[in-house]
T-cell receptor, first 116, second 113 residues
Framework: QQQVKQSPQSLIVQKGGISIINCAYE??????FPWYQQFPGKGPALLIA?????SEKKEGRFTISFNKSAKQFSLHIMDSQPGDSATYFC???????????????FGKGTKLSVIP | GAGVSQSPSNKVTEKGKDVELRCDPI?????LYWYRQSLGQGLEFLIY????????KSGLPSDRFSAERTGGSVSTLTIQRTQQEDSAVYLC???????????FGDGTRLSIL
């Protein structure tokens, strides 16, 4: 059972445009939602994260929107640049003591290509 | 360096051999995590440590997989009697404590011939 569903699988955006990646989760116990950026041959790098007590978080050109009732969250990259071309992963975890705690459950990833 | 360090970066071995993968976390980080990244399965959790103890081993795919952490720092992931389906990138992450963001190393790419 895939607990975090991510879409689209791939995305092509013009330089300066907005990139939008969506994720949906099933487990209502999840309470921490990070996004990671991964370049080829490198490990995932934490980009931005959100907790369910807020509906939006912005850091520079990156914004997470969170909809708790719909169990969905999304990453918006404003003014996308060729250097943003990478694979993006959403993830979720629950942070309490018990089975399955603290481990990140990842979406399948979105390969973003920003063309000049 | 200040980041999570993993070695070797690449490992090629024959089916049936044992392999040991090493992870050196960020200094001061008490929590350490192992994940596996493969084309078919994506990023999968394997095991985490808080200090030297591993409260949750549920992600280890079989009893051929084991991990240990000594001195609250370096961790090794051991795969015995490797199989071709073990081919993947094994990623290690660490965090200051269990409720803090996880920071990943660049992984060990394991290829089983």
């Amino acid at each position: 059972q895939q607990q975090v569903k991510q879409s689209p699988q791939s995305l092509i955006v013009q330089k300066g445009g907005i990139s939008i990646i969506n994720c949906a989760y099933e487990n209502t116990a999840f309470d921490y939602f990070p996004w990671y950026q991964q370049f080829p041959g490198k490990g995932p790098a934490l980009l931005i994260a959100i907790r369910p007590d807020v509906s939006e978080k912005k850091e520079g050109r990156f914004t997470i929107s969170f909809n708790k009732s719909a169990k969905q969250f999304s990453l918006h990259i404003m003014d996308s640049q060729p250097g943003d071309s990478a694979t993006y992963f959403c993830a979720a975890s629950k942070e309490w003591s018990g089975a399955g705690s603290y481990q990140l459950t990842f979406g399948k990833g979105t390969k973003l290509s920003v063309i000049p | 360096g200040a980041g999570v360090s993993q070695s070797p970066s690449n490992k090629v071995t024959e089916k049936g051999k044992d392999v040991e993968l090493r992870c050196d976390p960020i200094s001061g980080h008490t929590a350490l995590y192992w994940y596996r990244q493969s084309l078919g399965q994506g990023l999968e959790f394997l095991i985490y440590f808080q200090g030297n103890s591993a409260p949750d081993k549920s992600g280890l795919p079989s009893d051929r997989f084991s991990a240990e952490r000594t001195g609250g720092s370096v961790s090794t992931l051991t795969i015995q009697r490797t199989q071709q389906e073990d081919s993947a990138v094994y990623l290690c992450a660490s965090s200051f404590s269990l409720q803090q963001p996880q920071h990943f190393g660049d992984g060990t790419r394991l290829s089983i011939l």
